[in-house]
């Protein structure tokens, strides 16, 4: 069997504990992923200037710049602007939802409360990478419990 394409996710969040069992349950889901953390919106914007990842996942409430100004910045930016971007939140507030999408959101997710939550989230993230051609067929659901 052929190795899979190697993908990165740049994953941002003040919650260490948000973090962590997102960046497992999706290398559960797909151990070939390479993802990288990051604690607030300013290692993440570093990070931006020295390499560009296949999807960045942001949450919504994340200091020191929110999720939604993030989303503006990488929109003006033409380096920046065709990445995929989905934000995650605790809020379902309809407002917030239309506000990331008009920034450039290809996804808006609720946090999730369970760890199957968190694996079904991390299947959503996934199929987002496959929908772009950014994943192969022959990583998609073989880890996935």
């Not at 507030?93 to 959101?105: K, L, P, T, V, W």
Request: glycine fraction near 2%.
């Amino acid at each position: 069997m052929a190795t899979p394409t190697t993908s990165t996710i740049f994953i941002a969040d003040d919650d260490m504990e948000d973090l962590s069992l997102l960046e497992e349950a999706i290398m559960n889901h797909n151990p070939y992923l390479v993802i990288q953390t990051f604690r607030n919106s300013n290692e993440l914007l570093h990070a931006l200037t020295l390499q560009y990842p296949s999807l960045i996942v942001l949450d919504y409430n994340m200091p020191p710049t929110t999720g939604p100004e993030v989303l503006s910045l990488l929109k003006n930016n033409p380096n920046l602007r065709n990445i995929p971007k989905i934000i995650w939140s605790c809020s379902s507030n309809a407002d917030h939802i239309r506000a990331c999408f008009s920034e450039g959101a290809v996804a808006y997710f609720i946090k999730p409360f369970s760890l199957a939550e968190y694996g079904n989230l991390a299947k959503e993230i996934c199929a987002h990478l496959k929908s772009r051609n950014l994943i192969s067929d022959t990583s998609d659901d073989l880890y996935f419990e």
